[in-house]
């Protein structure tokens, strides 16, 4: 099967039934979603979701943040991964949205990377989810099923070259919704250690290239 084929089939799949697909991270504004993803990196959304709401209840927004310390941060977010180091870059990131931006988060990609904290995974689920934007970002997850399911060549070895063989295949329109189909596929069918391939929908035009398809 012609790669063009595979992705015609996947995508048609996604949108029939996940046409309104969203992240599963809860937060009330672009800010309290940009915090949310940054405490994701390594982290299960379900995690954030559990420290959230009490962090977001103290410090809302980066004002807020901003007049905080790291200690203070920490108090909310200690049972997420590396969570010293989240909490100084959230303030940080904080006191520069203050600094330079007016407390609002950036639409523009390279002001979101020079956040603390934020590398591109972060700042293409920012320009996605928050700014409705054409951006696709790489996790573990849609680095595992991309290769899985034949959509990019085994030489697409790092994220940011599934990003590009990605972009290039799914049209624009899909885009924002494309890592949400994908992450959620890896994270509830195509799972890392053993998946579930016989409630997959897309069993029979999968080539199960199981090998390599974990991003160490």
């Not at 937060?27 to 995690?47: E, H, M, P």
């Not at 870059?89 to 988060?105: F, I, T």
């Not at 972009?167 to 069918?189: F, S």
């Amino acid at each position: 099967m012609k790669r063009e084929e595979r992705y015609r089939l996947i995508l048609e799949h996604f949108r029939r039934e996940m046409p309104d697909v969203d992240t599963e991270l809860e937060y009330g504004s672009v800010f309290q979603l940009l915090v949310a993803v940054v405490l994701s990196a390594q982290c299960t959304d379900k995690r954030v979701n559990q420290v959230t709401p009490e962090l977001f209840l103290h410090y809302p927004d980066a004002r807020t943040m901003a007049a905080a310390e790291p200690e203070d941060i920490l108090e909310y977010i200690g049972s997420v991964s590396y969570p010293n180091s989240k909490a100084r870059h959230l303030v940080e990131l904080s006191r520069m949205l203050m600094e330079r931006h007016g407390g609002e988060v950036p639409g523009d990609m390279n002001l979101l990377l020079a956040l603390p904290g934020v590398g591109r995974k972060t700042a293409n689920v920012m320009q996605a989810v928050a700014f409705g934007r054409a951006a696709l970002a790489v996790d573990t997850h849609v680095y595992r099923v991309s290769h899985r399911l034949g959509l990019v060549p085994r030489t697409a070895n790092t994220p940011l070259k599934v990003e590009q063989v990605l972009t290039r295949y799914i049209p624009e329109a899909d885009i924002p919704r494309a890592h949400h189909w994908l992450l959620l596929h890896g994270r509830y069918v195509c799972t890392s250690r053993a998946p579930h391939c016989t409630r997959c929908a897309m069993e029979s035009i999968c080539p199960k290239l199981l090998e390599g398809s974990k991003l160490e």
